[in-house]
């Protein structure tokens, strides 16, 4: 039993064959999926989904790569969609310096954009109780420093994660977690594979991103929920244990934090 704790499950990727992903994903033995909300139109179909199936879940946010199309009262539509007692996070939120916009004179407005919706997120995940699932991307510094305020009020996950072991003591000292993708199986991807080898127990979770980061041997292809399995595969072959350890762990830590029923 394996958990894909983040996937993109309404994008448009999945119109053709939703259904059968995930039926797919079942079969893998991947029995629940949590499906990431990044604008207000993907929010709400995550939250449909998951009214939907009984093994998908719902997070609610804004990414912080669409915080310029978001509304001006964006916050206020999160918090009734949240009321969904599908929804189990708000997420994904965060800081993205990696795609900034290409025109330098709007790079600081977007950055101060950012800063104060991940700011109201994080109260609204606070104020109703939540967790947060956490992008962060070349942002580490202003991201930690802005969810420094919430410390001890809002636990989040970081998710994709693909920094040093040193990195992530630091936001596991803080109460957060962290989870790991198929860049796990990137050749290329030695520091996150060290770092998926050093952490302990509860330390972690397991997820797809799809339809993005298929890992390999299906880099660059649609990825979808299945996939977690192959994910946890490779964690366990690089702490030389058995793929049912990694998944027990995982959906043990998964449904902690979710908690999946409010
Ligand atoms: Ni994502």
Same mark, same amino acid.
């Given at each position: 039993?394996?958990?894909?704790?983040?996937?993109?499950?309404?994008?448009?990727?999945?119109?053709?064959?939703?259904?059968?992903?995930?039926?797919?994903?079942?079969?893998?033995?991947?029995?629940?999926?949590?499906?990431?909300?990044?604008?207000?139109?993907?929010?709400?179909?995550?939250?449909?989904?998951?009214?939907?199936?009984?093994?998908?879940?719902?997070?609610?946010?804004?990414?912080?790569?669409?915080?310029?199309?978001?509304?001006?009262?964006?916050?206020?539509?999160?918090?009734?969609?949240?009321?969904?007692?599908?929804?189990?996070?708000?997420?994904?939120?965060?800081?993205?310096?990696?795609?900034?916009?290409?025109?330098?004179?709007?790079?600081?407005?977007?950055?101060?954009?950012?800063?104060?919706?991940?700011?109201?997120?994080?109260?609204?995940?606070?104020?109703?109780?939540?967790?947060?699932?956490?992008?962060?991307?070349?942002?580490?510094?202003?991201?930690?420093?802005?969810?420094?305020?919430? !410390?001890?009020?809002?636990?989040?996950?970081?998710?994709?994660?693909?920094?040093?072991?040193?990195?992530?003591?630091?936001?596991?000292?803080?109460?957060?977690?962290?989870?790991?993708?198929?860049?796990?199986?990137?050749?290329?991807?030695?520091?996150?594979?060290?770092?998926?080898?050093?952490?302990?127990?509860?330390?972690?979770?397991?997820?797809?991103?799809?339809?993005?980061?298929?890992?390999?041997?299906?880099?660059?292809?649609?990825?979808?929920?299945?996939?977690?399995?192959?994910?946890?595969?490779?964690?366990?072959?690089?702490?030389?244990?058995?793929?049912?350890?990694?998944?027990?762990? !995982?959906?043990?830590?998964?449904?902690?934090?979710?908690?999946?029923?409010?």
């Amino acid at each position: 039993m394996l958990i894909d704790t983040h996937a993109h499950l309404d994008y448009t990727d999945y119109d053709p064959d939703r259904a059968e992903v995930i039926a797919r994903a079942t079969e893998a033995g991947v029995t629940e999926i949590i499906s990431i909300g990044t604008r207000l139109d993907s929010s709400t179909r995550a939250v449909e989904l998951a009214e939907n199936f009984p093994n998908i879940w719902a997070t609610v946010g804004i990414h912080p790569g669409e915080v310029d199309l978001a509304p001006e009262d964006a916050v206020e539509w999160l918090r009734a969609l949240a009321q969904s007692s599908r929804v189990v996070a708000i997420g994904e939120i965060g800081l993205d310096y990696h795609h900034l916009p290409t025109d330098p004179a709007k790079v600081a407005a977007n950055k101060k954009r950012q800063a104060a919706l991940f700011g109201a997120q994080l109260e609204l995940t606070a104020e109703l109780g939540l967790n947060a699932v956490i992008h962060q991307r070349d942002s580490w510094e202003d991201t930690l420093r802005i969810l420094a305020d919430f !410390t001890g009020k809002v636990r989040g996950v970081f998710h994709c994660f693909g920094g040093t072991v040193e990195q992530a003591r630091e936001v596991l000292a803080l109460g957060h977690l962290v989870s790991f993708t198929g860049i796990v199986t990137f050749k290329n991807a030695r520091q996150v594979q060290e770092t998926a080898r050093a952490l302990e127990p509860g330390e972690f979770m397991v997820e797809t991103d799809c339809p993005y980061l298929a890992p390999v041997p299906d880099r660059g292809k649609r990825c979808e929920p299945a996939h977690t399995r192959r994910v946890a595969e490779q964690i366990a072959q690089l702490r030389g244990t058995r793929l049912e350890e990694i998944a027990a762990w !995982t959906t043990e830590t998964a449904r902690g934090f979710f908690g999946f029923k409010r």
